[in-house]
């Protein structure tokens, strides 16, 4: 595969989980794969602030051994590549699919879904789809949590960076809890920040500037307070960071007692530090996201004692319903903290079984090369 040429195409809709997932893949297969790829975003602004050294105003630049494009409807997308990736149907552009099928070898087109833990992503990953008026065939490609799926994303040197961050770090008094906040903020924000002001062991809250933090500063009728600022109630101090960059906020999630994450990318990352967490998935209409949460919530907690799966599922599942009261989630937090070695032991055996399911991108490489 190698001097394989790839592009990836990325519509940024939500925020920063489909950029993120797409950066770092692009990454990946250039560092671990020696590719050639170019990733096409339509909002290098919001990609700008996951990495700092994109310019939000250039049409084409070279990151780290990608090829960053701004996707505009008149960009010249030149020839088609040798594979094409769609991240999260992000529809390359019909002009591009005509030069794709001009090609004498077709390139192998993937859909790459969306992460779920849902049984059904089983029986849809690889399959197909062929073009209606085209000679071309997309195949949809499912990260997932079992072999029967494509595994989620992870850099071959991902482990060896945490355990080097982690031995640089002075030891911390286990008198104080930290904890890593970020979420799509909502009603319950406020609850949990009373049960920790008010419960029995001290907590540090580091939370990065995003959606939760306006809730947050609410909280402690605090509005306008900049990153650096520090605020305490109680038992509670909460340090307001910065927005982090993806490697940035990495090193944030190994270096914290518990994390609090959302989406598809922190929540994959925050898998692989190995520490307990809080999953604030993305809510869509219809409820339809909760059977999404409690499939991921069953295969997780395979393993787990009654008592730790029950302390997951509850929290989780009150963090996620929004509206709740501080003695609820304050019961379900210190339930959660209850078991926390058990989850810290759990983090591992998790990760180790993740890692056996091969790496997205590597699972990827295999797929189209096996095609081409």
């Known amino acids: 595969m190698t001097g394989t040429r790839w592009d990836i195409f990325c519509k940024v809709v939500d925020h920063y989980g489909d950029i993120g997932v797409s950066w770092r893949l692009a990454r990946q297969l250039v560092a671990e794969h020696d590719l050639a790829v170019r990733l096409w975003v339509d909002d290098l602004a919001t990609f700008h602030r996951l990495c700092a050294e994109v310019d939000a105003a250039a049409e084409r630049q070279t990151i780290a051994g990608v090829d960053i494009l701004h996707w505009r409807p008149d960009a010249d997308f030149g020839a088609a590549a040798d594979v094409v990736v769609e991240a999260f149907g992000s529809r390359a552009p019909d002009l591009y699919l005509d030069a794709m099928a001009a090609r004498q070898r077709k390139p192998v087109w993937i859909n790459l879904e969306y992460l779920s833990a849902e049984d059904w992503v089983e029986e849809c990953h690889l399959g197909s789809s062929p073009h209606p008026r085209l000679p071309l065939v997309k195949h949809f490609f499912f990260p997932g949590f079992t072999a029967r799926t494509g595994g989620v994303l992870c850099e071959q040197d991902l482990e060896v960076q945490r355990q080097a961050e982690l031995a640089t770090r002075p030891h911390r008094p286990g008198s104080v809890t930290s904890v890593s906040l970020f979420g799509y903020g909502g009603p319950a924000v406020g609850p949990l920040l009373s049960a920790w002001a008010n419960g029995p062991e001290n907590i540090l809250a580091l939370v990065p500037e995003s959606r939760v933090l306006p809730d947050v500063l609410r909280y402690f009728g605090a509005a306008g307070v900049l990153p650096g600022a520090r605020l305490e109630r109680g038992a509670l101090a909460v340090l307001v960071l910065p927005f982090q960059p993806l490697d940035q906020y990495d090193r944030l999630l190994w270096t914290c007692d518990c994390n609090f994450v959302r989406g598809e990318d922190s929540f994959v990352r925050a898998q692989w530090a190995r520490r307990p967490f809080v999953w604030n998935i993305y809510p869509q209409e219809g409820g339809a996201h909760w059977a999404k949460l409690h499939a991921f919530v069953d295969r997780y907690t395979?393993?787990?004692?009654?008592?730790?799966?029950?302390?997951?599922?509850?929290?989780?599942?009150?963090?996620?319903?929004?509206?709740?009261?501080?003695?609820?989630?304050?019961?379900?937090?210190?339930?959660?903290?209850?078991?926390?070695?058990?989850?810290?032991?759990?983090?591992?055996?998790?990760?180790?079984?993740?890692?056996?399911?091969?790496?997205?991108?590597?699972?990827?490489?295999?797929?189209?090369?096996?095609?081409?």
């Open 302 to 372: 395979e393993g787990l004692s009654a008592e730790a799966t029950a302390a997951t599922r509850d929290l989780w599942r009150q963090w996620n319903r929004g509206e709740t009261a501080a003695g609820d989630i304050g019961a379900a937090w210190r339930r959660f903290r209850a078991v926390r070695a058990e989850l810290n032991a759990h983090g591992d055996t998790w990760a180790t079984r993740l890692a056996r399911l091969g790496d997205l991108g590597s699972n990827l490489v295999r797929f189209a090369a096996a095609r081409l």
